[in-house]
Nanobody
Framework: QVQLVESGGGLVQAGGSLRLSCAAS????????LGWFRQAPGKERDFVAA????????YYADSVKGRFTISRDNAKNTVYLQMDSLKPEDTAVYYC????????????????WGQGTQVTVSS
């Protein structure tokens, strides 16, 4: 089992920045590709970004490309999401997730999930 705990969410004005962190414990963290998803009220959970187990490859949703950066520090068992140039449409609960298989943009690809952290962007 892999346990994931997100932190770093909060309230920020449009154009501002936040860095989310996801701390992992349990099974060997470095072996799992990681993803970030988000879910706004009344909407489905959507893909944001993913990173390979080594950190050498990344993948982003078009809506965040150029603004968000996913990274990981396997020595610290932590994955990050640096969010810049935030927009009100980025408001959502953000979830960290890990997959036993290949990473992708589908919620169903992921096996382990954190509890979520709220990000609110005001205009």
């Amino acid at each position: 089992q892999v346990q994931l705990v997100e932190s770093g969410g909060g309230l920020v004005q449009a154009g501002g920045s936040l860095r989310l962190s996801c701390a992992a414990s349990g099974r060997t963290f470095r072996l799992y590709p990681l993803g970030w998803f988000r879910q706004a009220p009344g909407k489905e959970r959507d893909f944001v970004a993913a990173i390979s187990s080594s950190g050498s490859s990344t993948y982003y949703a078009d809506s965040v490309k150029g603004r968000f950066t996913i990274s990981r520090d396997n020595a610290k068992n932590t994955v990050y999401l640096q969010m810049d140039s935030l927009k009100p449409e980025d408001t959502a609960v953000y979830y960290c997730a890990a997959t036993k298989g290949g990473y992708g943009s589908n919620v169903r690809d992921y096996d382990y999930w954190g509890q979520g952290t709220q990000v609110t962007v005001s205009s």
